[in-house]
């Protein structure tokens, strides 16, 4: 299996760009998770869905923030327009049930540089 | 509302001895309490789960877990660390739905 997959891997652009990051989970699974990861507030979730509907977006900061999920194998996290605040690492993560219940599988990460 | 707390920032151990990083929680109901490490660069690595049943949880890497229910903790362990076992180690609880939260990361440091 490949994996969760995420692109782009790096992305600096200018403040008031749209930035958008992509997710392709594993196949088979319903589960999908977008976090933000910084060094001033760890790991935070953001949004997430199941079979590819948005169940809790509470953790999204801003009308600026957007998710969708147009089929099972693939998710996009928009922002519009972006601030150097939002500088961070994104990471796709995907789940099932089953045996491996609850276990989450991440992606790579996307490292985004809003100057 | 659920919460994960990891009150140490970094452990720093020798290679050899055995190592400890400590995890607590709170949330209504039962919890699903995980344990995942992270390299640099890279993606979280899922290492171990307790959802019910033996309160040790034996994981991948030769790392095991204790989930105490009376001091809501779920403290990871390992007999005998390694240098390439320097790493950040999050906790992460999952309670109603499938929200999974994650602490704040600990970043252990193991001595050759």
């Known amino acids: 299996d490949a994996g969760v997959i995420q692109s782009p891997r790096h992305e600096v652009t200018e403040m008031g760009q749209e930035v958008t990051l992509r997710c392709k989970p594993i196949s088979g699974h319903d589960y999908l998770f977008w976090y933000r990861q910084t060094m001033m507030r760890g790991l935070e979730l953001l949004i997430y869905?199941?079979?590819?509907?948005?169940?809790?977006d509470s953790g999204m900061p801003e009308d600026r923030f957007s998710a969708k999920m147009p089929n099972a194998s693939f998710s996009t996290l928009k922002i519009q327009p972006s601030e150097p605040r939002d500088s961070a690492v994104y990471f796709c993560?995907?789940?099932?049930?089953?045996?491996?219940?609850?276990?989450?599988?991440f992606g790579e990460g996307s490292r985004l540089t809003v100057l | 509302a659920q919460s994960v707390a990891q009150p140490e920032d970094q452990v720093n151990v020798a290679e050899g001895n055995p190592l400890t990083v400590k995890c607590t929680y709170s949330?209504?109901?039962?919890?699903?309490l995980f344990w995942y490490v992270q390299y640099p660069n890279r993606g979280l690595q899922f290492l171990l789960k307790?959802?019910?049943?033996?309160?040790l949880v034996k994981g991948s890497y030769g790392f095991e877990a204790e989930f105490n229910k009376s001091q809501t903790s779920f403290h990871l362990k390992k007999p005998s660390a390694l240098v390439s076992d320097s790493a950040l180690y999050f906790c992460a609880v999952r309670a109603r739905g499938f929200k999974t939260i994650f602490g704040a990361g600990t970043r252990l440091f193991v001595k050759a």
């Open positions: 307790y959802i019910t049943g033996d309160n």
């Open positions: 993560a995907s789940s099932s049930g089953g045996a491996r219940i609850g276990e989450l599988f």
């Open positions: 869905f199941n079979n590819n509907v948005p169940i809790d």
């Open positions: 949330v209504s109901g039962n919890p699903y």
